[in-house]
Nanobody, 125 residues
Framework: EVQLVESGGGQVQAGGSLRLSCAAS????????IGWFRQAPGKEREGVSC??????????ADSNKDRFIISSDNAKNTVTVYLQMNSLKPEDTAVYYC????????????????WGQGTQVTVSS
């Protein structure tokens, strides 16, 4: 079974940076996509970024494509997907989740099969 564990959240001042990690295990083949989503209090969950192993492609939401960078590091049985977040703004404050699905990225969280527990990011002004 696929398991996802996020880490790297915290509190930072506006303009600062954080790097989130998503340690993923349990993939049978290299045909996965891992996405980052976030949900702020009182708001709907939104897609942030995604990496597709099979397609070798990435996706960024318009709100962060010039500030966030997604990358991955593959070990024997574990994949770690990083989300480097720069020039953070107070509106980036949210719980960030990583999620996985087969093959290709999707902007819609409902199309992902496995989710991590989330990590809190707080950006103060």
């Amino acid at each position: 079974e696929v398991q996802l564990v996020e880490s790297g959240g915290g509190q930072v001042q506006a303009g600062g940076s954080l790097r989130l990690s998503c340690a993923a295990s349990g993939f049978t083949f290299d045909d996965y996509a891992i996405g980052w989503f976030r949900q702020a209090p009182g708001k709907e969950r939104e897609g942030v970024s995604c990496f597709s192993r099979v397609a070798g492609s990435t996706y960024y939401a318009d709100s962060n494509k010039d500030r966030f960078i997604i990358s991955s590091d593959n070990a024997k049985n574990t994949v770690t997907v990083y989300l480097q977040m720069n020039s953070l703004k107070p509106e980036d404050t949210a719980v960030y989740y990583c999620a996985s699905r087969d093959l290709y990225c999707s902007r819609f969280g409902g199309e992902y099969d496995y989710w991590g527990q989330g990590t809190q990011v707080t950006v103060s002004s």
